[in-house]
């Protein structure tokens, strides 16, 4: 236990560092897209990222300085990663929509029924760590109420602490059910972004297969398999192919 | 604001669905047709909101047929609460050579987009194959060829009434009948080729009128049996070709009889019917050009005479209300081909295409009627409008120069609607207040917000352990405490020996006070009762038989060293001994004796 908070308490610490030149490179980097210098603000916002740190904010502020540079599939991939560390926030749909207007490709989205797709929607709107955490709260509320008649044993008895107790434990699990969902769904699914203007997906990985079907920037896909430099891709409506790596940013 | 968006997304799709509906089709009547026959070919166009001023190219395909005439007409739906207009073109063709032929696509510009159809392919079989008209007389009587003794008896006068006219200016031309002889019957064979003219049939009562006419002294019964208007289209010379036509007269036979029965029944009436081919007279005609001078900017080639009138049903109307504007166009000329005259209708009114009816009179005197435009205006802002005058250029053909009528301007109210312009059916220009003039992201963010290393999961976090460990330690220490509790309460003994430590201690603070007031026996006897009453607590013997001895004992017994158990058995005796000593016991003594049963509870804690 001791060494645990020791190891977290050594996190904290390693990490203030890199967190300051972040938050610097982040101010400079917005200062030149507000003078409308969107190249070296996307560079700044690169620049951050690459130094290993993250936030949504970088995120959507290199998504913004890729659009107004017209390069549409880097905006979309890191609109989407935003969005990923941060599913609720309506500035980056927003912009992530518009953004989705400029891509060429149509792709269509299989009929889901409406029940379906508002119960998706609604899953996927709090983030993964708001959901891990409201588990554990939910988690501890549960223990504590568990162990209140061992302090308390008239409590036993009461009609309110065994609603509560009885209360805390539905939600715990409902929540433990969403929280799996998500990551099953997050841990099981890698999405990519196309970054390469056009790209031509083939039938197997390589060079000279049969091409399928071809994919222009900022279409987003569904990575399924890697295979040396070939990913397996699948478009929402089921098309399967190959495409090489490097056209393809992960999310 | 995610519904804000949806929404206005979806009002810019259905934008852009309005500007897309305008969509162009032909088609043919027919796909085979019998050379000299005629065929149509039919343009529609539907969806745009005005259309008025689109005219297809009439389709070239005068390598195989003749332009005999169009007629176009526009309809207006309401469909979900939305005007749809469509307007049909409709092209008369008399195809002239046979095999297959296709006619090219047909193009429109529509607020300056392209639009055109597909080629279309008829096939032009051989008149033989058709039906030739038939003569429609009796069955059972001869045809003969036709004799030459009959031309002066018998023959057709193609008559126009005027020679010289001006490029669209109707001719009227008569077919008239000169006949000595008795006509039963007669047919028109197949219309001429009238080439450069567009013809009008002016249709004549069922049974011709007929009139004696004496020609070189000789009396002729004469009837109109046909009479066309023709509308040059271009200007010279023209030829009107002979127009053929089959009589059946009754011709009185000199051959002698061969029986009763046979002249009984070939002819019942002394005579026999013989069918005779007639040809009219060629006509020429010389078709002047319009002149030049004087010709006003919107002419638009009307020829004959004409009035223009306008008028609205309302003079009063709430904004988002319906109003009819008619323009009728009447006269004397060729009705059907005249365009519209152009309407500046003012700013704020939805114009929808209007809807066009036509009446053609067809009298003697040539072709005559009205065309009737009814425009439906939807007026969106309130306030005072003009519907300017409308004018109409012609050419009057007795005057022999160019006329412009104009109708006066219409002055029109428009209140305040009812009906707030959002809950305007359908409409959806109305709501035009709604939709985004611009679409952009959103601005960056300026929050920095915490960052985190990349690949950082959430039980990489202080907080992920805490609240996983902490309830676990709170439930634990629970049942651990509980467990004491329950213990405590049914066993005395352990109950005693778990509190003898605290009685203890809190006995001698109570000796260290009495200690610091110079009590002297009352802290003996404290220290002894705290040394007494923990080791009768920690060996549950009862409070009432604390006897020194027997509590050595019961150490011994406990096995407690033999070293600690004198040392209980000196302070006691010790402290006996400085109860009762009269002496004053040393400041010294009394804090070392302290410091001494101090020690030695501890260590029996530890022991026992």
């Known amino acids: 236990m001791k060494r645990v908070v020791l190891m977290i308490g050594a996190l904290f610490l390693l990490a203030a560092a890199p967190q300051n030149d972040a938050r610097d490179l982040f101010f400079r980097a917005n200062a030149l897209y507000e003078k409308g210098d969107y190249q ?124 509560a107790r009885g209360l805390s434990l539905s939600v715990g699990v409902v929540l433990v059910a969403v929280t799996l969902f998500r990551w099953y769904s997050s841990e099981t699914r890698q999405y990519g972004v196309i970054l390469a203007s056009q790209v031509k997906v083939t039938s197997s990985p390589a060079v000279d297969a049969t091409e399928v079907f071809e994919l222009h920037e900022g279409v987003r896909l569904q990575i399924e398999e890697q295979s040396g430099e070939w990913l397996r891709i699948r478009l ?16 | 604001m995610t519904l804000k968006f949806i929404l206005s997304a979806l009002l810019l799709v259905t934008a852009g669905a309005r500007a897309e509906d305008f969509s162009i089709t032909a088609s043919l009547d027919r796909n085979t047709v019998g050379r000299n026959q005629q065929f149509r070919v039919i343009i529609e166009m539907s969806g745009g909101t005005v259309m008025n001023s689109v005219q297809p190219e009439v389709p070239d395909i005068d390598a195989f047929a003749a332009f005999a005439g169009s007629s176009s007409s526009t309809n207006i739906q309401v469909i979900n609460g939305r005007f749809t207009s469509t307007k049909t073109f409709t092209y008369t063709y008399v195809a002239r050579d046979t095999g297959s032929f296709e006619i090219p696509p047909i193009t429109v510009t529509y607020k300056g987009k392209k639009y055109s159809t597909r080629a279309l392919k008829i096939r032009v079989e051989p008149s033989a194959t058709t039906p030739a008209s038939p003569l429609p007389g009796r069955g059972g009587s001869a045809r003969r060829p036709a004799s030459n003794d009959l031309s002066d008896a018998i023959f057709l006068r193609a008559i126009p009434d005027k020679k010289k006219v001006y490029q669209g200016e109707a001719v009227v031309l008569t077919y008239k009948l000169f006949t000595r002889m008795q006509v039963t019957n007669y047919g028109f064979r197949k219309q001429p080729h009238y080439g450069d003219f567009w013809v009008e049939e002016i249709p004549l009562k069922n049974q011709p009128r007929t009139t004696d006419e004496l020609i070189d002294g000789v009396r002729y019964t004469t009837a109109v049996l046909k009479r066309i208007a023709l509308f040059p289209t271009s200007t010279g010379t023209k030829t009107i070709p002979a127009q053929d036509m089959e009589v059946s007269v009754r011709v009185r036979d000199r051959r002698s009889r061969r029986s009763v029965f046979d002249s009984f029944f070939d002819d019942p009436f002394f005579g026999r019917t013989v069918n005779h081919m007639l040809s009219s007279n060629a006509v020429t005609i010389e078709v002047r050009p319009l002149p030049a001078a004087g010709r006003p900017a919107d002419f638009s080639g009307a020829v004959g005479q004409f009035t223009l009138s306008a008028k609205t049903d309302k003079k009063q109307i709430k904004a988002n209300e319906a109003l009819t504007f008619r323009l009728v166009l009447s006269g004397q000329g060729n009705i059907k081909t005249l365009s519209a005259p152009e309407i500046d209708f003012p700013e704020g009114f939805e114009v929808y295409e209007p809807k066009v009816s036509e009446k053609i009179n067809r009298t003697q005197a040539g072709i005559s009627g009205s065309k009737r435009y009814e425009y439906v205006l939807i007026p969106r802002r309130t306030g005072a409008f003009t519907i300017p005058p409308a004018a109409f250029s012609y050419f009057d053909p007795s005057a022999r120069r ?84 329950e213990k405590l309460g049914s066993n005395v003994a352990y109950a005693r020996s778990r509190k003898a430590g605290r009685v203890a201690r809190r006995q001698l603070q109570q000796a260290h006070k009495l200690m610091q007031k110079g009590d002297v026996p009352g802290f003996y006897a404290e220290l002894a009762r705290a040394l007494t009453h923990f080791a009768g607590n920690k060996l549950n013997v009862m409070e009432g038989s604390l006897v020194r001895d027997e509590l050595i004992t019961a150490l011994r017994d406990r096995s407690v060293p033999e070293e600690q158990v004198q040392a209980f058995e000196s302070i006691l005796a010790e402290c006996d001994f400085r109860r009762f000593a009269l002496s004053e016991a040393p400041e010294d003594a009394m804090q070392g004796a302290y410091d001494r049963v101090r020690e030695l509870i501890t260590e029996l804690e530890k022991v026992l």
Not at chain 1, 108 to 128: G, H, N, T, Y
């Open chain 2, 402 to 485: 160019y006329k412009t009528i104009t109708t006066p301007a219409l002055d029109i109210t428009v209140l305040e609607s009812d009906r707030t312009a959002g809950t305007v059916a359908g409409t959806g220009l109305s709501k035009r207040d709604v939709e985004l003039i611009g679409r952009d992201i959103r601005y960056i963010t300026r929050d920095a917000g915490p960052f985190q290393p990349i690949g950082r999961q959430v039980y990489h976090g202080a907080a992920f352990w805490l609240l996983l460990v902490v309830p676990l330690l709170v439930l634990g220490y629970g049942m651990y405490y509980r467990a004491n509790q």
């Open chain 1, 236 to 251: 929402r409506d089921g098309k399967i192919g190959w495409v090489p790596q490097q056209a393809v940013g992960k999310i």
């Open chain 1, 40 to 163: 070296a603000a996307a560079e700044l916002y690169a620049k951050i990222i690459d130094s290993g740190v993250e936030n949504w904010q970088v995120y959507y502020n290199l998504g913004n300085a890729s659009y107004r540079l017209q390069r549409i599939g880097p905006a979309i991939l890191n609109y989407e990663r935003a969005l990923k560390l941060n599913p609720d926030n309506e500035d980056i749909r927003y912009n992530l929509e518009l953004a989705n207007l400029s891509v060429v490709d149509r792709i269509p989205e299989p009929p889901q029924q409406a029940i379906v797709s508002w119960l998706d929607r609604q899953l996927k709107r709090p983030s993964f760590n708001a959901l891990v955490y409201s588990v554990l709260l939910f988690y501890a509320l549960y223990l504590i109420l568990l162990a209140l008649p061992f302090y308390w044993p008239r409590a036993q008895g009461k009609r309110g602490y065994r609603l």
